[in-house]
């Protein structure tokens, strides 16, 4: 508690808000896999319109967003035994599945569901985001984020965008852009760095 | 390749972006166990939710989550029922208030006929009082002597016009009515209104000027409900003026 003392009044918030934060997903997790009848409720409570809102803004269609909202808590409903309830970040493993379930949709409607392409269930294992940090959805992170995304060039944002939500491969993306593949490459790595190093300034600061 | 050489491909490795050789990579380092790349991968998923969670927030239909909770067998509280009853309820109450209106309306009319017809008949018997009443009136009677009657009087005034008083004139019967005609004396019945007789009694009053000198007979025969342009015969009523 000393250290609350120590840390300016914003901070300390911020911190004590994750903290509960923390604490809620960790109780929930764990009535989810006692497969508590609430528990879903809560989870949707918590998840339901962000996940939502993700799932629209890639399949842009209301009807095709509800059924994919309801696969992907269902995926988490059936796999969180795997999960890590004490240091999980819940709300970022949610959000992968749900952004999987979209990406795997559009692929399969655009027909770009090719013999080479990733399957994207393989990159939502629950032991992934145990190690994970577990305040990744914290406002002020996000708020810093998008501050920085936003001061990306066009160019950057762009394939930043064709990437989360179009889930398109460096490839597909310099087809798309008509750009050669290592412009492509450079504008991605350069959009990402500028993120990565947005958020390290937060866990410095 | 080196871990450091991959560290700027995590985010687009966990997002499936990564062509399959650099893919393949990360795999292998991932399958040693490399805590560096471990930990390149924590930290990239946490960037990717935080930028997976810019989207605009929409706010889904109500139905989802009870669609969510029921598929995975939780009973999800429905109020239906209530809104279903309530709207019913509400249709019942608006059709009796309608009903009651309706009743309200047909009875106000029905009054307000009786009123009309009440008012029309004490108007019309002030005016046969007036004619009465008044000494320029002239009075002629008709079917006196008659074995089958009808019998009354007819009146005349100059400015006030005809009034005609007949008893035991049976009621005219359907798409039927009586006519009566003013006749000139030398000339043609001229009509003069229509009427009908409740089956005992009837009065009909021909409102304006009339010239007494010239009028010959007024008489009353039973015509088509429009009435007709010259007298179907015979004539059952017929009083000589003068």
Same mark, same amino acid.
């Given at each position: 508690?000393?250290?609350?003392?120590?840390?300016?009044?914003?901070?300390?918030?911020?911190?004590?808000?994750?903290?509960?934060?923390?604490?809620?997903?960790?109780?929930?997790?764990?009535?989810?896999?006692?497969?508590?009848?609430?528990?879903?409720?809560?989870?949707?409570?918590?998840?339901?319109?962000?996940?939502?809102?993700?799932?629209?803004?890639?399949?842009?269609?209301?009807?095709?967003?509800?059924?994919?909202?309801?696969?992907?808590?269902?995926?988490?409903?059936?796999?969180?035994?795997?999960?890590?309830?004490?240091?999980?970040?819940?709300?970022?493993?949610?959000?992968?599945?749900?952004?999987?379930?979209?990406?795997?949709?559009?692929?399969?409607?655009?027909?770009?569901?090719?013999?080479?392409?990733?399957?994207?269930?393989?990159?939502?294992?629950?032991?992934?985001?145990?190690?994970?940090?577990?305040?990744?959805?914290?406002?002020?992170?996000?708020?810093?984020?998008?501050?920085?995304?936003?001061?990306?060039?066009?160019?950057?944002?762009?394939?930043?965008?064709?990437?989360?939500?179009?889930?398109?491969?460096?490839?597909?993306?310099?087809?798309?852009?008509?750009?050669?593949?290592?412009?492509?490459?450079?504008?991605?790595?350069?959009?990402?760095?500028?993120?990565?190093?947005?958020?390290?300034?937060?866990?410095?600061? | 390749?080196?871990?450091?050489?991959?560290?700027?491909?995590?985010?687009?490795?966990?997002?499936?972006?990564?062509?399959?050789?650099?893919?393949?990579?990360?795999?292998?380092?991932?399958?040693?166990?490399?805590?560096?790349?471990?930990?390149?991968?924590?930290?990239?998923?946490?960037?990717?939710?935080?930028?997976?969670?810019?989207?605009?927030?929409?706010?889904?239909?109500?139905?989802?989550? !009870? !669609?969510?909770?029921?598929?995975?067998?939780?009973?999800?509280?429905?109020?239906?029922?209530?809104?279903?009853?309530?709207?019913?309820?509400?249709?019942?109450?608006?059709?009796?208030?309608?009903?009651?209106?309706?009743?309200?309306?047909?009875?106000?009319?029905?009054?307000?006929?009786?009123?009309?017809?009440?008012?029309?008949?004490?108007?019309?018997?002030?005016?046969?009082?007036?004619?009465?009443?008044?000494?320029?009136?002239?009075?002629?009677?008709?079917?006196?002597?008659?074995?089958?009657?009808?019998?009354?009087?007819?009146?005349?005034?100059?400015?006030?016009?005809?009034?005609?008083?007949?008893?035991?004139?049976?009621?005219?019967?359907?798409?039927?009515?009586?006519?009566?005609?003013?006749?000139?004396?030398?000339?043609?019945?001229?009509?003069?209104?229509?009427?009908?007789?409740?089956?005992?009694?009837?009065?009909?009053?021909?409102?304006?000027?009339?010239?007494?000198?010239?009028?010959?007979?007024?008489?009353?025969?039973?015509?088509?409900?429009?009435?007709?342009?010259?007298?179907?015969?015979?004539?059952?009523?017929?009083?000589?003026?003068?």
């Amino acid at each position: 508690m000393l250290l609350f003392k120590l840390l300016p009044v914003g901070l300390a918030f911020g911190i004590l808000q994750v903290m509960l934060r923390l604490a809620d997903d960790a109780d929930l997790v764990r009535r989810l896999k006692a497969h508590e009848p609430k528990a879903m409720n809560d989870l949707y409570d918590r998840y339901g319109r962000l996940t939502y809102s993700l799932i629209l803004r890639i399949v842009r269609n209301a009807s095709t967003a509800e059924d994919l909202v309801q696969e992907t808590f269902l995926r988490i409903w059936n796999r969180v035994q795997s999960f890590d309830a004490e240091r999980g970040a819940l709300g970022a493993w949610v959000l992968t599945v749900a952004r999987n379930r979209a990406i795997d949709y559009l692929r399969s409607t655009d027909g770009r569901m090719q013999a080479g392409a990733i399957e994207l269930d393989q990159l939502e294992r629950p032991g992934w985001f145990a190690k994970l940090d577990a305040a990744a959805l914290a406002m002020d992170r996000v708020r810093r984020l998008k501050s920085a995304f936003e001061k990306l060039t066009p160019a950057q944002r762009q394939v930043i965008e064709l990437a989360y939500y179009e889930g398109m491969s460096q490839t597909e993306m310099a087809e798309r852009l008509k750009q050669p593949l290592g412009t492509v490459k450079t504008w991605t790595r350069s959009a990402l760095k500028v993120l990565r190093d947005e958020l390290a300034q937060v866990a410095i600061a | 390749m080196t871990c450091q050489e991959l560290e700027d491909l995590f985010e687009l490795y966990a997002l499936g972006a990564l062509e399959s050789a650099e893919k393949s990579e990360i795999d292998a380092h991932l399958a040693r166990g490399c805590d560096k790349c471990q930990h390149a991968l924590s930290a990239a998923l946490a960037l990717n939710a935080g930028v997976l969670s810019f989207v605009p927030a929409v706010k889904p239909r109500r139905r989802l989550k !009870r !669609r969510l909770l029921t598929s995975v067998g939780v009973h999800y509280p429905s109020w239906a029922w209530v809104w279903a009853v309530g709207a019913v309820s509400l249709l019942v109450v608006a059709a009796w208030l309608g009903f009651e209106e309706r009743g309200r309306t047909f009875e106000l009319a029905a009054a307000r006929r009786a009123l009309i017809d009440s008012n029309s008949e004490r108007d019309r018997l002030t005016q046969a009082l007036q004619f009465l009443s008044d000494p320029q009136t002239v009075p002629a009677s008709f079917g006196k002597g008659q074995t089958a009657p009808p019998r009354g009087y007819v009146f005349l005034h100059p400015q006030m016009g005809v009034l005609l008083i007949a008893s035991n004139l049976p009621a005219a019967g359907p798409g039927k009515t009586y006519e009566m005609w003013v006749i000139p004396k030398g000339g043609a019945p001229r009509p003069a209104g229509l009427f009908q007789s409740d089956g005992m009694r009837a009065l009909y009053i021909l409102n304006g000027p009339v010239d007494l000198s010239m009028i010959g007979t007024v008489a009353v025969t039973l015509e088509p409900a429009a009435g007709s342009a010259t007298p179907t015969m015979p004539i059952l009523i017929a009083a000589p003026i003068g």
